[in-house]
């Protein structure tokens, strides 16, 4: 395992139900493949058995097992970015504990790597999400690659594959907030996507929220453009023309007609609608400079408590 050819990372949290299952389906299916591989599990703070779950997995196939214990909770992206620190594979693989995706379709991401592509994304096969969220999804990705040109059908899937190149230029970076399949796409030569398997939860609750799916998409928006900015710098300075404009008509209507009760409510109305963009505005600035604050204070990602792995042995 001193350089496998594939490294398959899974950041788990709280997943002590499902942990037993992905293990007798995704151990066999690596077996299968015929290339040398290593699995690197990050827990990422479980409350739940997981650690010792992963330790005894670990004691069962130390030769294929690495495991990346947190002291603490520090999030997905975060357990990812330390995977991606400890992993030592020419391919890797970031796959979820959950086995909404099937470890069997591993095979379909490096054979699409074997025809020369540097980055696989996946697309979900038969989603049943609501058509709401269809909706939302469909329109958050037309704004998301019309702002920052980052082509991903769809953003929410974890099974992707990554070359070796494109891990150590990740390692590199020191954002303490970003997407990383957005991020590996802006280093990609040759990225592509394939259709892969989707499941039900094998067991236990999805981790996902409404509030951590906005904030994923204030990431995206952020941190690799600032076309929001510019776009609202444009958009506030039309409504000020337009906010002069309509001073001086009022202003002139009032000469000449003299005053008009009536057109009061509608000034409350535009003066609300102008409060509204404001306001907006300034969270907007607001995410920007929360990221520059977060970056200047220069603190670790994460905190490793300890890592399981196989000692290798010393010459001599």
């Avoid at 995977?83 to 693989?93: D, K, L, P, T, V």
């Avoid at 979820?96 to 379909?108: F, K, R, V, W, Y």
């Avoid at 398997?197 to 453009?225: C, P, Q, V, W």
């Amino acid at each position: 395992m001193h350089n496998p050819e594939v490294s398959v990372v899974i950041p788990v949290y709280n997943e002590e139900a499902g942990l037993q299952t992905l293990f007798d389906r995704l151990y066999p299916a690596l077996d299968r493949l015929g290339r040398s591989y290593e699995i690197v599990f990050v827990n990422d703070g479980s409350k739940d058995k997981s650690p010792a779950i992963l330790r005894q997995q670990f004691q069962a196939r130390p030769d294929v097992t690495r495991v990346v214990l947190f002291n603490g909770n520090f999030g997905q992206h975060k357990a990812i970015l330390a995977g991606f620190a400890y992993c030592r594979g020419q391919r890797i693989i970031t796959l979820d504990a959950d086995l909404q995706n099937p470890p069997e379709d591993i095979t379909n991401l490096l054979a699409k790597m074997d025809e020369g592509y540097d980055y696989v994304g996946s697309i979900r096969r038969q989603r049943n999400d609501s058509l709401w969220r269809h909706v939302a999804s469909r329109g958050m990705n037309r704004l998301r690659e019309r702002i920052t040109k980052i082509k991903m059908t769809d953003q929410g899937c974890m099974m992707r594959a990554y070359d070796r190149r494109i891990i150590d230029a990740i390692n590199q970076c020191s954002e303490m907030n970003t997407f990383i399949p957005a991020l590996a796409f802006t280093f990609a030569q040759r990225p592509t996507e394939i259709i892969v398997g989707h499941e039900e939860r094998a067991a236990g609750e999805s981790k996902y929220s409404l509030y951590s799916l906005i904030r994923l998409n204030f990431d995206l928006m952020t941190g690799f453009s600032v076309v929001p900015l510019q776009l609202f710098s444009m958009l506030g300075m039309l409504i000020s023309l337009a906010s002069g404009a309509l001073v001086l008509y009022l202003a002139g209507r009032r000469l000449i007609l003299g005053p008009e009760e009536g057109g009061l409510f509608t000034l409350f109305g535009i003066a609300f609608f102008l409060i509204g963009i404001a306001l907006f505005g300034i969270g907007l600035l607001g995410e920007y400079i929360g990221r520059i604050y977060q970056e200047v204070r220069n603190r670790p990602r994460y905190i490793v408590q300890a890592v399981l792995e196989q000692q290798e042995p010393r010459n001599g």
